[in-house]
């Protein structure tokens, strides 16, 4: 199939609610197409050496404002996983046909989604982080949504994207916050004994 590509320095996940300002001429014609046929488009990672290959299709659930000069606001939310198998740069805004893909092994288990989410608001409190986050339901897979917000780079969300496999994905995830939180504790565990010495850092 043949879709519109937006390339962004993000990595969009499926379930990830993504708002966008739309600016650019070439973008105000895409998604004015998009939302004229109820179409999605392909969000890509833009690297420095190219498009990533795995990117993640995007609805645009609502038109948030449009403005008198065609700039618009628009929500967005991801929805599925595509790999790209060739470019078209016939048109202003770029196109590509992919194809279109599920993960093909059973999902993480339960204990394993609890450990993994619980590692991660563990993260999230350590960095101050004060982010949204969607309600989790531990009864379904959770690590397309706990990577959205892991704070991590680009290049370790990237390859979460491409995996397929949910109980890979959240294996992956729990490794990661293993190896980040034994520092984030010592800076928090330092910061709270300058406060009690009556330093403030």
């Known amino acids: 199939m043949k879709i519109p590509l937006f390339p962004l320095d993000i990595v969009l996940f499926p379930g990830a609610v993504l708002p966008?300002?739309?600016?650019?001429?070439?973008?105000k014609e895409m998604i004015g197409e998009c939302i004229d046929r109820r179409r999605a488009f392909g969000v890509v990672r833009a690297q420095r050496d190219g498009l990533a290959v795995v990117g993640c299709t995007a609805q645009i659930v609502r038109l948030l404002e449009k403005y008198a000069d065609?700039?618009?606001?628009?929500?967005?939310?991801?929805?599925?996983?595509?790999e790209i198998e060739s470019l078209d740069s016939s048109r202003s805004f770029l196109q590509a046909?992919?194809?279109?893909?599920?993960?093909?092994e059973e999902p993480a288990g339960r204990l394993q989604r609890q450990e993994c989410v619980a590692l991660h608001?563990?993260?999230?409190?350590?960095?101050?982080s004060d982010g949204m986050n969607p309600p989790l339901?531990?009864?379904?897979?959770?690590?397309?949504?706990?990577?959205?917000?892991?704070?991590s780079d680009l290049g370790f969300k990237q390859e979460l994207l491409a995996t397929r496999s949910d109980a890979e994905r959240t294996t992956r995830l729990v490794a990661f916050y293993q190896s980040i939180l034994p520092k984030l504790r010592s800076g928090a565990e330092a910061g709270r004994a300058a406060i009690r010495n009556g330093h403030i850092m």
Not at 70 to 82: A, H, N, S
Not at 121 to 128: N, P
Request: hydrophobic fraction near 40%; charged fraction near 25%; glycine fraction near 6%.
């Open 70 to 82: 065609g700039r618009m606001d628009i929500l967005c939310q991801g929805q599925e996983r595509f």
């Open 137 to 151: 339901n531990l009864d379904l897979p959770v690590s397309f949504q706990l990577a959205w917000s892991a704070p």
């Open 97 to 104: 046909e992919v194809d279109l893909y599920e993960d093909h």
């Open 20 to 27: 966008l300002h739309i600016f650019e001429e070439r973008y």
């Open 121 to 128: 608001f563990e993260a999230l409190d350590l960095i101050g």
